[in-house]
């Protein structure tokens, strides 16, 4: 059985740091495209970064770019969301995807496993 879960969220002041992570357990995730994605209050869940098996491509969303970095470590089954700079709009619940195979997915059906997400608060 696939599970995939978040950690590190929590309530930050705008301007500051934070780093979510998401450990996978129960497929090759050495091979599996992974994805970050948020889900603000009223708003649809919306992408915000995705990286290859490798480590060798990642693709961002416009909101984040230059803010945020995806990363891996295969060696421990996780891959990280290092947020900088912080905003009040990037309050969301964040959460990790898993696709097995295929290349990098910027939409939602684009991965099959999904966590329960982790809450990033930001205050102004």
């Known amino acids: 059985q696939v599970q995939l879960v978040e950690s590190g969220g929590g309530l930050v002041q705008a301007g500051e740091s934070l780093r979510v992570s998401c450990t996978a357990s129960?497929?090759?995730?050495?091979?599996?495209?992974l994805g970050w994605f948020r889900q603000a209050p009223g708003k649809e869940r919306e992408f915000v970064a995705a990286?290859?098996?490798?480590?060798?491509?990642?693709v961002y969303g416009d909101p984040i770019k230059g803010r945020f970095t995806i990363s891996r470590n295969n060696a421990e089954n996780t891959v990280y969301l290092q947020m900088n700079s912080l905003k009040p709009e990037d309050t969301a619940i964040y959460y990790c995807?898993?696709?097995?195979?295929?290349?990098?997915?910027?939409?939602?059906?684009?991965?099959?496993?999904w966590g329960q997400g982790t809450r990033v608060t930001v205050s102004s």
């Open positions: 995807a898993a696709q097995p195979s295929g290349g990098l997915s910027i939409t939602s059906w684009g991965y099959t496993y």
């Open positions: 129960g497929l090759i995730f050495s091979s599996s495209i």
């Open positions: 990286i290859t098996w490798s480590g060798d491509r990642t």
